[in-house]
């Protein structure tokens, strides 16, 4: 199984803040990583897919990097919307997914 | 533009049955993977398993192997995920999604209640 480790857990920040996310997966993935962004009570959302794609409709603010068995979420500056737990997931073999990072105002 | 449609929350007993649907639409039912999804109150997201609704092809993660089955209707474009005895500890939202690069299309969640 491939494991994914996303880092950190918890993340304090303001408006405007540059954010950044990582994730680590067990062995290398290339590409086959996508990032989610979750609110309470709500679905999980798709953001980046392909390690680097934004997903349609998806603020240019977000962006992501890394490939191999490292990568980043970067959010360059944080919306008073953008306060939600992200995920990152592997699909290089079938799907796991990271533990999760709450972003939460400072 | 697929949708899915999950059924609504169950509250059940420890022993009892379950099977929760999701309703596919909006494109060919028959090309697309369907996913399962579970996230227990407070928690991470964990994939389930899928199925693949033109021959029913159904792959499981090795964590719910043998906790669950997932079927499929094509007839009604529904997917189906259930238990033949639940526990507390399925009680969580449960997701169907669509695994295209990464899961682009989410249910609305079905949540489950399991208690005594």
């Known amino acids: 199984d491939i494991q994914v480790t996303q880092s950190p857990s918890t993340l304090s920040a303001s408006v405007g803040d540059r954010v950044t996310i990582t994730c680590r997966a067990s062995q290398h993935i290339s590409h086959w990583l996508a990032w989610y962004q979750q609110k309470p009570g709500r679905a999980p959302k798709l953001l980046i897919f392909?390690?680097?794609t934004l997903e349609s409709g998806v603020p240019s603010r977000f962006s992501g990097s890394g490939s191999g068995t490292e990568f980043t979420l970067t959010i360059t500056s944080l919306q008073p919307d953008d306060f939600a737990t992200y995920y990152c997931?592997?699909?290089?073999?079938?799907?796991?997914f990271g533990q999760g990072t709450k972003v939460e105002m400072k | 533009e697929v949708q899915l449609v999950q059924s609504g929350a169950e509250v059940k007993k420890p022993g009892e049955s379950l099977k929760i649907s999701c309703k596919a639409s909006g494109d060919n039912f028959n090309n697309y993977w369907i996913a399962w999804v579970r996230q227990m109150p407070g928690k991470g997201l964990e994939w389930m398993g899928i199925v693949f609704p033109r021959d029913s092809d159904t792959r499981y993660s090795p964590s719910f192997q043998g906790q669950v089955t997932i079927s499929v209707d094509k007839s009604t474009t529904t997917a189906y995920l259930q238990w033949s005895t639940l526990k507390t500890s399925d009680s969580a939202m449960y997701y169907c999604?669509?695994?295209?690069?990464?899961?682009?299309?989410w249910g609305q969640g079905t949540k489950v209640t399991v208690s005594s």
């Open positions: 997931q592997q699909y290089d073999n079938f799907w796991t």
């Open positions: 999604a669509r695994p295209k690069d990464g899961f682009d299309v």
């Open positions: 392909k390690a680097t």
